[in-house]
């Protein structure tokens, strides 16, 4: 199926699912970046209640051959497959995204767990 005009349904449907997908992403985001907050504040709890929320996701992306699932749904309203093309997000950032954030998250657990660790 085509994305025909800007004003179709399916335009109109893809640009939903784009909205979506996109604060989906800010919220994973700010969980991850929220670790390391929460950790030089001490508060453990919520260091490690977002790292389990961040784990959740990606453990839903493992099942799913690692991409998001909302990118099947967009995928039904155009043909486009630019790596982008389901996402509010600029280019290089959407087709790195696992290599950007991936590694972050580790990092951001990894400082967490070390300062739970040494008291």
Do not use: Q
């Not at 099942?63 to 509010?88: E, G, M, Q, S």
Request: positive net charge; glycine residues 4%.
């Amino acid at each position: 199926m085509k994305l025909e005009t800007s004003h179709s349904p399916s335009a109109a449907r893809l640009r939903t699912v784009k909205l979506v997908h996109t604060v989906a992403w800010t919220f994973f985001v700010l969980c991850i970046v929220g670790i390391p907050v929460a950790t030089w504040l001490r508060r453990f709890d919520v260091a490690f209640m977002l790292s389990g929320i961040v784990a959740l996701e990606v453990v839903v992306l493992a099942l799913n051959k690692w991409h998001c699932p909302l990118t099947d749904v967009a995928a039904r309203y155009t043909d486009a497959r630019h790596p982008n093309f389901d996402i509010y997000l600029p280019v290089w950032v959407a087709r790195y995204n696992k290599e950007i954030f991936g590694p972050l998250y580790v990092v951001c657990v990894g400082y967490a767990l070390m300062r739970w660790y040494m008291g």
